[in-house]
């Protein structure tokens, strides 16, 4: 398996409303990435896992909140959101040549 | 922290030329430089990467250059084809790349039949 899976493609969610996105890869990469890309911008950095660990935050708010549960897996909890926060949310995965792949990202539009 | 800079935005050109996007970074640190393209509604995909032990790598049609003293790094793109319309993104990372990446604004590449 050569890729980043991304659950789910779609979400809409409310204000008051927790949820979380997936991500999965079974390459063996030891670093895991979340960014966020708005509409016509680049990819912006919110989170680095390095084997499991959370290794950098980029100051991003507290209703966001990843989590590691192995090696293979990457989630980010999502809690109390904000219209502004509707976004493209990317994974991405390194291995031992430090290049990244990325998921298909999932679309969350906050209402 | 890292600062990237790309031009142009925008880049049309007719199909068969040549095309160039040319970025700057800020950090000295930053060792590693990767290009990716994304198409509308796709994931970024990586299409060359160069590290800073490299002055120039190619790939087919595809070549990146690399000026450390100068702090830019370019992408070329010779034989453009339909396909390669899309938006492109430079980046730059230290610890090549563990850090995370930080993006340039990216470059909408149109090709003009």
């Known amino acids: 398996d050569t890729e980043v899976t991304q659950t789910p493609k779609h979400l809409v969610m409310g204000m008051t409303n927790k949820k979380s996105l997936k991500c999965e890869q079974h390459m063996g990469h030891r670093a895991m990435y979340w960014y966020k890309q708005k509409a016509k911008k680049p990819p912006e950095l919110m989170f680095v896992?390095?084997?499991?660990?959370?290794?950098i935050n980029e100051s991003v708010p507290s209703r966001f909140s990843p989590e590691c549960p192995n090696s293979s897996l990457l989630n980010l909890h999502l809690h109390a959101l904000q219209p502004e926060d509707s976004a493209l949310y990317l994974c991405?995965?390194?291995?031992?040549?430090?290049?990244?792949?990325f998921g298909p990202g999932t679309r969350l539009t906050v209402l | 922290g890292e600062n990237v800079e790309q031009h142009p935005s925008t880049l049309s050109v007719q199909e068969g030329d040549s095309a160039v996007i040319k970025c700057t970074y800020s950090d000295s640190a930053s060792n590693y430089f990767p290009w990716y393209k994304q198409e509308l509604g796709k994931r970024p995909q990586l299409i060359i990467d160069?590290?800073?032990?490299?002055g120039e790598k190619k790939d087919q049609r595809i070549a990146v250059t690399l000026n450390k003293t100068a702090k830019h790094f370019s992408l070329h793109i010779t034989e453009t084809q339909p396909e390669d319309s899309a938006v492109y993104f430079c980046a730059a990372s230290s610890r090549g790349g563990a850090d995370g990446l930080t993006f340039g604004k990216g470059t909408h590449l149109i090709i003009q039949p």
């Open positions: 896992y390095s084997y499991e660990k959370l290794s």
């Open positions: 991405a995965s390194s291995g031992s040549t430090d290049t990244q792949y």
């Open positions: 160069i590290r800073s032990n490299v």
